[in-house]
């Protein structure tokens, strides 16, 4: 299976900071990486497919970029409302992986 | 406006069996490819199993091949995961998500529903 390398696993920061996470897969991948944030007790919501195409709804603060085994997910300003967890995901072969996850806290 | 609804979840014993359910409304079911997904307390996301929209085809993760079984039943709304020879690794929230079309993942999911194995 191909392995997906979230980093960091967690990070502190402020509101108004702009936060970037990264994610490695273990082989070429094309452009089938998602996004997704995860509050506590609730299911993932999709934020970002196919590297950097916004699902509707998704606020502008929320980008992803990167191709081929590197990714990455960038808040361009945290907002409170994004203090969460952030998990990226691979379908691009069965059976579909995710990260281990980026705990975002406040500092 | 999209809804999956999880149940079936609870305590069982290990070597017990459970049947989950995920009930569907506001799309048009048949349609789409469902998938199961669980989360053991604190850990992070494992897909578990996938349906085709016409139930056809099947795939498993290795970690539950042979023991789980996927199923679904369009006339109903509803999707399936019959979980037999249960572990205590097993115990997690289930969660069921659609998969969209073309190269979009899962794009809803049900708010899941928890599965203790524990004697």
């Known amino acids: 299976a191909i392995q997906m390398t979230q980093s960091p696993s967690s990070l502190s920061a402020s509101v108004g900071d702009r936060v970037t996470i990264t994610c490695r897969a273990s082989q070429d991948i094309r452009n089938d990486l998602g996004w997704y944030q995860q509050k506590p007790g609730k299911a993932p919501m999709l934020l970002i497919y196919?590297?950097?195409s916004l699902q509707s709804g998704v606020p502008s603060r929320f980008s992803g970029s990167g191709s081929g085994t590197d990714f990455t997910l960038t808040i361009s300003s945290l907002q409170p409302e994004d203090f969460a967890t952030y998990y990226c995901l691979q379908d691009y072969r069965y059976p579909p992986t995710f990260g281990g996850g980026t705990k975002v806290e406040i500092e | 406006e999209v809804q999956l609804v999880e149940s079936g979840g609870g305590l069982v014993q290990p070597g017990g069996s459970l049947r989950l359910s995920c009930a569907a409304s506001g799309f048009t079911f048949s349609t789409y490819w469902m998938h199961w997904v669980r989360q053991a307390p604190g850990k992070g996301l494992v897909w578990v199993s996938r349906m085709s929209s016409d139930g056809s085809s099947t795939s498993y993760a290795d970690s539950v091949k042979g023991r789980f079984t996927i199923s679904r039943d369009n006339a109903k709304n509803t999707l399936y995961l019959q979980m037999n020879s249960l572990r205590a690794e097993d115990t997690a929230v289930y969660y069921c998500?659609?998969?969209?079309?073309?190269?979009?993942?899962?794009?809803?999911w049900g708010q899941g529903t928890l599965v203790t194995v524990s004697s």
């Open positions: 998500a659609r998969r969209s079309g073309g190269n979009i993942p899962f794009d809803y």
């Open positions: 196919a590297v950097s």
